[in-house]
């Protein structure tokens, strides 16, 4: 599972400039410094460049870090390639986000590896933001989705989700104007709200949970969003 061929074309898939601006809108200014795990082409990141002295853009994907980079011409962000479960090269921050579902790239263990992670990185009373996909998913693509597209340097592609269980599968098939093609594969996994509230609250004070950005508590919708406050102690 990478991001090698999907870093070309996933703004062109994916981006969307209203749902960009509620991020950064939810997440708000809660310090100085901040770190961007999972950062993907960086949308969200430069954004949040505008609120905080100091930002971090990180990914797994060094395809995604250079397309987030080409995009920084003022070089506003320090843009860096590495795995978020371990962050011992980065210092600590005032506020840690895990944003667009990325943290369901995660399974249980890598899930409170971040975790531990993140509550280590951050300065005292220091605040983590991230978002996942709830529960529902699992039964929106049980049946499965697909779509397709053209972009405009010729290629077509195909986007295939389907769920089995707490997992999601994600298919790409990129058919290039020269005759090839080229797929990538990903899994996400659909964590249980109550376990990633009872790993929350061994690290953190948990401030606010919605839904759909603006639905109070866990409700039908997308995405469960967290606002979480480190504690003292772990």
Partial sequence: MNYDILARYYDALVKDDE??????HWIGSAGNTLLDCA???GEITRQLAEKYEDVQGMALSPAMIEAAAAKDTDHQVTWSTGDMTDLSGFGTFDVITCLCDSVNYLDEAGLVRWLDQ???????GGY??????SQDRIDEFREGYAEAGTFEDGTQ?????ESEDNV???????????G??????HLQYIHDPEFVRQELEKRFTLESVVTDFDLPGLQPGEKYFYICR?????
């Fill in 180 to 185: 090839r093609t080229l797929q990538e594969h």
């Fill in 230 to 234: 480190k504690k003292e102690t772990a």
């Fill in 39 to 41: 950062c993907g082409s």
């Fill in 128 to 133: 983590l933001y991230f978002d996942m996909h």
């Fill in 168 to 178: 999601l599968y994600q298919d790409f098939a990129f058919y290039l104007p020269d």
């Fill in 19 to 24: 749902a960009t601006r509620h991020w950064v």
């Fill in 118 to 124: 993140a509550w280590t990185h951050l300065n005292p």
């Fill in 157 to 161: 592609v195909q986007w295939l989700i």
